[in-house]
C-alpha cells in the first residue's frame, strides 16, 4: 500500500468526511463491514462478515516422540492425502516384537469446531491409558467445523477406521499397526463431540459392516448429544440437521439401527457436575432399553465437571483411568 493512502487510512477518524475521495469513504465502509459479527457461538467461535473464524481456544500441536514420564511413543501418520487427515498413533514400550495388544481408537471433543488429535489434551486423556492399559491408541484428527461442516467430521472418521482396517491383513502401510495390534479388541472412544462420533459410527459398522471386523467395545466419555431444544450452533455446523431430537446423531432414541450397535459391550461415563450429565445418563437408559443386545455399564465421577480429566490429573482422574483399563481388558 502506498505511504500516502497508508497515512490517510491511519488518520482516517480525524479527517473531515467532506475532504475525503468517494474511493477512501468506500473503503472505510468495506473495512468496518468486514468486522461485523454474523453468527457469534461464544466461547466456541465467531464468524464475521468477510468469512473469518475466529476460535475463543486455540492450542498449539505437540510435537510426536517419546513421552519420558510414562515411556510412551507416539508418532504421526496420514490417513488420507487426498483430504488430508491425519492421526496420531500412542504405543506402550512393547516387549516383544510380535506382542500384540488391544487397540484404543479415539476422536477428540471440541463441539465438532475446535480440538485436535496432536495437541496436549489428547496426551492427557490417552497417555496414562496407554501406559497403565498396555494398549495401542490411535486418535484420528478429523476435520473442524464450520470450515469444514458436518457431517465431514463424521465421514473422516469412518475414513480413519477403514484405514485401521486395511491393517488386519498385515499389510497396511503402518508397521506399529501391522505388527503390534489384535484386531479383535478394537474399541472406539471419546470425550464429549467425540464420544457423539464413536457411537455413531459403532452404530454404523453395526448396521453397514466394518471390512469384515467386528469392535470389541465403546467408550463414551461425557458424551454431547441433543435435547428437545434446538441447537443453533449445530444447525449452523451442519446445515441438514434440524439440530432437534429428531436427528439420530443428536438423539440416538430415534436412531432405527440403534439396536444394531456393532460391538459387544459399551460404557458411558459422566461427571456429576458436567452439563452434559443428564444427557449421558439418558443416552445409557436408551441403549439399555433398545434391544441391543450388548452389555452397557454407567460409570459417574462425583465432584467433576466436563471433560475433567483432559485438563487436571487427580484422583478422579486416576480412577476413571482405571476403569476404562479395565473395561478394555477384563473379559
Known amino acids: 500500500m502506498p505511504v500516502p493512502t ?17 474511493s477512501f469513504l468506500s473503503l472505510k465502509l468495506d473495512m468496518d463491514n468486514s468486522n461485523e459479527i454474523t453468527h457469534d457461538f461464544s466461547p466456541f467461535f465467531k464468524v464475521y462478515k468477510d468469512g473469518r473464524i475466529e476460535r475463543s481456544l486455540v492450542l498449539d500441536d ?11 511413543l507416539s508418532k504421526d501418520v496420514v490417513i488420507s492425502p487426498d483430504s488430508g487427515v491425519k492421526a496420531r498413533i500412542f504405543i506402550p514400550e512393547i516387549v516383544g516384537s510380535d506382542q500384540k495388544l488391544p487397540l484404543l481408537v479415539h476422536y477428540h471433543g471440541g463441539g465438532f469446531c475446535a480440538g485436535s488429535a496432536f495437541h496436549i489434551l489428547t496426551k492427557n486423556v490417552l497417555t496414562p491409558i496407554v501406559s497403565q492399559g498396555n494398549v495401542i491408541a490411535i486418535s484420528i484428527d478429523y476435520r473442524l467445523a464450520p470450515e469444514h461442516l458436518l457431517p465431514i467430521a463424521y465421514n473422516d472418521s469412518w475414513d480413519g477406521l477403514e484405514w485401521i482396517a486395511g491393517h488386519s491383513n498385515g499389510l497396511g502401510p503402518e508397521p506399529w499397526l501391522n505388527n ?7 474399541f472406539l472412544t471419546g470425550e464429549s463431540a467425540g464420544a457423539n462420533i464413536a457411537h455413531y459410527l459403532a452404530v454404523q459398522v453395526g448396521a453397514n459392516g466394518w471390512a469384515g471386523l467386528k469392535l470389541a467395545g465403546v467408550i463414551l466419555v461425557h458424551p454431547f448429544f441433543g435435547y428437545k431444544d434446538v441447537d443453533e450452533m449445530h444447525k449452523y455446523l451442519c446445515p441438514t440437521s434440524s439440530g432437534g431430537d429428531d436427528d439420530p446423531r443428536l438423539n440416538p432414541a430415534v436412531d432405527p439401527n440403534l439396536s444394531k450397535m456393532g460391538c459387544q459391550k459399551a460404557l458411558v461415563c459422566v461427571a456429576e457436575k458436567d452439563f452434559l450429565r443428564d444427557r449421558g445418563e439418558a443416552y445409557y437408559k436408551t441403549l439399555a432399553t433398545s434391544g441391543w443386545p450388548g452389555k452397557v455399564e454407567f460409570y459417574e465421577t462425583k465432584g467433576e465437571d466436563h471433560c475433567f480429566n483432559a485438563f487436571k490429573q ?7 483411568n482405571k476403569k476404562v483399563v479395565d473395561f478394555m481388558t477384563m473379559e
Open 314 to 320: 487427580c484422583g478422579e482422574t486416576d480412577a476413571l
Open 62 to 72: 505437540l510435537p510426536a516422540g517419546l513421552d519420558p514420564e510414562t515411556g510412551v
Open 180 to 186: 503390534h495390534v489384535d484386531f479383535g479388541k478394537v
Open 6 to 22: 497508508l497515512l490517510v487510512l491511519l488518520f482516517l477518524p480525524a479527517i473531515p468526511k467532506t475532504l475525503l475521495p468517494l
